[in-house]
Nanobody, 127 residues
Framework: QVQLVESGGGLVQAGGSLRLSCAAS????????MGWFRQAPGKEREFVAG????????YYADSVKGRFTISRDNAKNTVYLQMNSLKPEDTAVYYC????????????????????WGQGTQVTVSS
């Protein structure tokens, strides 16, 4: 069982930056592919960014490419999402997720492939 706890959300003006963190429990963090998703009011949860088990491969949704960066520190059991040039349309609850079955050097994109989820952290971008 893995527990994921997100932090770092908040209110920021358009054009600003935030860094989200997701701390994982357990001793097998490096065996999980990790991802960030978001869900805006009235919308479905959508993929934002993913990172492979070792951190060498990343993948982004087109809407955040060039503005967001996902990274991980396996020694600290933590995955990060650096968000720059934020837009009002980035407003959502952001969730981190872990896939315990991912193969090495693979990024997991599909929501249903993830096994564990955090509780979410609110990001609000004002115009």
């Amino acid at each position: 069982q893995v527990q994921l706890v997100e932090s770092g959300g908040g209110l920021v003006q358009a054009g600003g930056s935030l860094r989200l963190s997701c701390a994982a429990s357990g001793r097998t963090f490096s065996s999980y592919a990790m991802g960030w998703f978001r869900q805006a009011p009235g919308k479905e949860r959508e993929f934002v960014a993913g990172i492979s088990r070792g951190g060498g491969i990343t993948y982004y949704a087109d809407s955040v490419k060039g503005r967001f960066t996902i990274s991980r520190d396996n020694a600290k059991n933590t995955v990060y999402l650096q968000m720059n040039s934020l837009k009002p349309e980035d407003t959502a609850v952001y969730y981190c997720a872990a896939d315990a079955d991912a193969r090495p050097r693979r990024v997991v994109v599909h929501l249903n492939d993830y096994d564990y989820w955090g509780q979410g952290t609110q990001v609000t971008v004002s115009s």
